[in-house]
């Protein structure tokens, strides 16, 4: 497991809330700082849906094919994926500790018509509080905790009984450091220098096996590439650098 620091009351790291708090006001300007999440995010959606579905026996190509599942979107930022779970029909709850992100988030599904439970809280807190959802969401979050172990038991520990865990974050190769950090924050300049640290990029079987010490079952696995030539992201067997994977609790029997 890449090295952690040192552990407080959450696994909440101060400087990267800072980091993201700066740059709260650019979230949806598909032009901006969070440009390529824009472009990625399609993807995460579709992921996210299916596996849903799958899960929980639901169509996928109906429009509220979420219709009645509880969700928490962990590390929500400005609601860019919050809202278009929401669309699909979630009882959508986004979490994040930047207060200028959740004020972003909020003016933002206001402004759309979107009732979206935007909570400035991490998700130890929620759990503490005895919420459980049928979906839980952890979406490039696990590479900027300050304990990665402990924030995956509690994302685990807010799952209901036969829910469902995605999570997606940044595999730690010499291949993403080359294009994750190096490309994307000092070439390209799709992100803000400092965005990562490569040493806080968790591989998959790293975050595979934590999971499943919390008692899941590990399911699908993904991978996730960028096409230069279409300009457009897209799923793929090459976990090498994005990858996301889903997770069901493990059941007697």
């Not at 930047?98 to 009732?115: M, Y």
């Not at 300050?146 to 038991?153: K, L, N």
């Amino acid at each position: 497991m890449a090295a952690a620091t040192q552990r407080t009351g959450s696994t909440i790291d101060p400087a990267e809330v800072a980091r993201f708090d700066a740059i709260a006001r650019d979230w949806w300007d598909p032009k901006g700082p969070m440009a390529v999440l824009h472009k990625f995010n399609p993807v995460r959606l579709a992921f996210v849906r299916d596996e849903a579905c799958a899960r929980f026996g639901r169509d996928p190509k109906t429009m509220r094919t979420l219709d009645g599942l509880s969700l928490v979107d962990i590390g929500c930022g400005g609601g860019v994926l919050s809202e278009p779970l929401a669309r699909l029909g979630a009882d959508v709850t986004g979490l994040d500790p930047a207060p200028t992100n959740i004020a972003v988030a909020r003016a933002h599904a206001e402004k759309s018509g979107l009732s979206i439970d935007y909570r400035e809280e991490t998700i130890e807190a929620v759990v503490e509080s005895g919420k459980r959802f049928d979906i839980v969401l952890a979406m490039e979050v696990v590479e900027h905790v300050a304990d990665v172990e402990a924030f995956i038991a509690a994302c685990c520990a807010a799952v209901k009984p036969d829910g469902l865990l995605v999570m997606a974050t940044l595999n730690r190769t010499l291949k993403s450091y080359a294009l994750a950090i190096v490309g994307a924050e000092y070439i390209l300049r799709w992100l803000p220098r400092g965005t990562h640290d490569w040493e806080k990029f968790v591989t998959p079987e790293e975050l595979g096996g934590a999971i499943e010490g919390n008692g899941f079952v590990l399911g699908t696995q993904t991978g996730v590439i960028f096409n230069p030539l279409t300009g457009r992201w897209s799923a793929s067997r090459d976990m090498d650098v994005n990858y996301m994977l889903a997770a069901g609790r493990l059941t007697a029997g």
